[in-house]
């Protein structure tokens, strides 16, 4: 008899964006004039910088050659791309990252979600609340968990971001093991700083344990005080693994590319307590279970680093930006309290009621959809998420209809 992974079972099923696309189309239905804003989708708008579709297209044009034709290329990402990443993005803030460090992927959903097969069993896991659920979902699907009771998964360390911590955790009071964490943040738009993001890598170093930094928002960082790479963080090389994605950086969420940082000196445990590097477990993983980005795609992110994809990207990312202060300044003249929005583009509201019923208020009365807050974790009720991924016009229209539906 063929069995079931029974941790499948304890998976709580995500009602989020299925109840939002109910709920969307049954207003729709009962008003058809009515045009709707989606100020809630977590997917950028814009079209690819101009200089990648060129990339892109030249690649395809060698892929149709024999003479330049390319077959399987190296799992772990061609160097030209590896080079460029460490050179633009790391060594440039003084992070030294080597390009063998570098493994490029299809996505940082499956990198972070992918990740934990390289530890224990019982390893302790610190998750943050509200959160990005792939951290979560794919330790229940490994076992590393007990069942969904109130709104929580039992074994798993919460570290609640809440109004009273500015929605930047604290250290944890028991020990742990593997800690999650992601800045600038899905969904709150909050940020780190380098203080802050010090006292983790202490945490993890004294304690043994190992950050796993999703950093796929840092091409929103304005503040040049804020660290874009934990990398920037005295010691972290030892103690912490990076994901990076071009989706959110450069418009690349149908494209697909993205990049893992395992430092050399980066290392975990064995079960009699001797070190273990963990760039060859992941390199092994990597070689096993993935056989690359395709090669057009990954010319496609080295000219994200051309100088005319620097300024295109940055023209993108500026653009939504530019979004985000205005949600933020109308949210403010309100008179919400939120977060985020400077150096993110997320904006977390706190919805003084139930994060539903401000969602279908907000659908009701201005035809605009939000993202509720309870759809991220128990700490997300009470507010919604709104974003920035749509053009200035929709923003807008849509920012002039909320204030009316809750003036
Ligand atoms: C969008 C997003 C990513 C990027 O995922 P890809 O698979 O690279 O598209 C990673 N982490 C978070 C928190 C995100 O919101």
């Known amino acids: 008899m063929i069995k079931i992974n029974e941790h499948y079972l304890k998976l709580q099923a995500s009602y989020l964006f299925s109840n939002i696309a109910k709920k969307v189309g049954e207003f729709q239905k009962s008003n058809p004039d009515k045009e709707i804003i989606r ?77 934990q097969e390289l530890f224990t069993q019982d390893a302790r896991i610190a998750i943050p609340d509200p959160v990005y659920p792939v951290y979560l979902d794919t330790n229940v699907m490994a076992g590393r968990t007990g069942n969904f009771e109130d709104g929580r998964y039992k074994g798993i360390v919460y570290l609640d971001a809440t109004k009273e911590n500015n929605y930047v955790p604290g250290l944890p ?20 700083t380098k203080a802050e993001l010090q006292t983790w890598v202490d945490y993890a170093r004294e304690n043994q344990a190992l950050i796993l930094f999703d ?70 993983r990597h070689c096993t279970k993935f056989n690359g980005v395709s090669y057009p795609v990954q010319r496609a992110a080295e000219a994200v680093y051309s100088e005319a994809g620097k300024t295109q990207a940055k023209e993108l990312v500026t653009g939504y930006l530019k979004n985000a202060d205005l949600i933020a300044s109308e949210i403010k003249n309100l008179g919400y309290d939120f977060v985020g929005g400077d150096n993110s583009p997320y904006i977390w509201i706190e919805a003084k009621r139930d994060s539903w019923e401000f969602f279908d208020m907000l659908l009701d009365k201005a035809g605009v959809v939000c993202t509720p807050g309870a759809g991220f974790g128990k700490c997300g009720e009470g507010y919604i998420r709104l974003s920035a991924f749509n053009s200035y016009a929709n923003v807008e229209k849509a920012m002039a209809r909320i204030k009316k539906a809750l003036a």
Not at 66 to 84: I, K, M, N, V, W
Not at 261 to 281: F, S, W
Request: charged share 25%.
């Open 39 to 115: 100020l809630g989708i977590g997917d950028v708008t814009r079209a690819l910088p101009q200089a990648c579709t060129e990339a892109f297209h030249k690649a395809v044009d060698e892929m149709a050659a024999d003479s330049s034709f390319r077959g399987y290329g190296p799992e772990q990402g061609y160097d030209f791309l590896r080079e460029a990443i460490v050179k633009n993005d790391f060594q440039s803030r003084g992070a030294d990252i080597a390009a063998d460090e570098i493994f490029v992927s299809d996505g940082a959903k499956c990198d972070t979600g992918n990740i």
């Open 173 to 192: 009071e028991e020990k742990v093991d593997l800690i999650y964490m992601c800045f600038p943040n899905n969904p709150t738009g909050s940020t780190i």
């Open 215 to 284: 950093a796929a928002y840092e091409a929103f960082i304005r503040d040049e005080s804020l660290p874009k790479s934990i990398y920037e963080i005295e010691g972290a090389k030892e103690v912490a693994i990076e994901f990076r994605s071009f989706s959110k950086s450069a418009g690349f969420t149908g494209t697909r590319c993205a990049y893992t940082v395992v430092p050399k000196e980066c290392t975990a445990y064995d079960a009699r307590g001797g070190k273990q590097a963990i760039h060859p477990l992941w390199n092994r």
